[in-house]
């Protein structure tokens, strides 16, 4: 079993940067993919982006081009690079195995005009 804990969210003024961090424990060799998704008020949760075990990435049109996802085998831990965020990427952010069921407590990202 794996256990998936994000951090690092916090408040940010609009073209701001934030980095967020998803520490993995457990079965860690089991993750297939990890992926970060959104949801903000009264939305539907959406992904973000998401990372394979070997490292091939995929993004959301809304954030293609200012976020980057990473990961980091030697720490267990994937990371969300958020640049020139705007007042839309408000929202609260999880990590997830692609494959697996069940989501974390998420942290919150709040981005001010």
């Known amino acids: 079993q794996v256990q998936l804990v994000e951090s690092g969210g916090g408040l940010v003024q609009a073209g701001g940067s934030l980095r967020l961090s998803c520490a993995a424990s457990?079965?860690?060799?089991?993750?297939?993919?990890i992926g970060w998704y959104r949801q903000a008020p009264g939305k539907q949760r959406e992904l973000v982006a998401l990372?394979?075990?070997?490292?091939?990435?995929n993004y959301g049109d809304s954030v293609r081009g200012r976020f980057t996802i990473s990961r980091d085998n030697a720490k267990n831990t994937v990371y969300l690079q958020m640049n020139s965020l705007k007042p839309e990427d408000t929202a609260v952010y999880y990590c997830?195995?692609?494959?697996?069921?069940?989501w974390g407590q998420g942290t919150q990202v709040t981005v001010s005009s």
């Open positions: 990372i394979t075990r070997g490292g091939i990435t």
């Open positions: 997830k195995n692609v494959a697996a069921p069940g």
């Open positions: 457990g079965s860690t060799f089991s993750i297939n993919a």
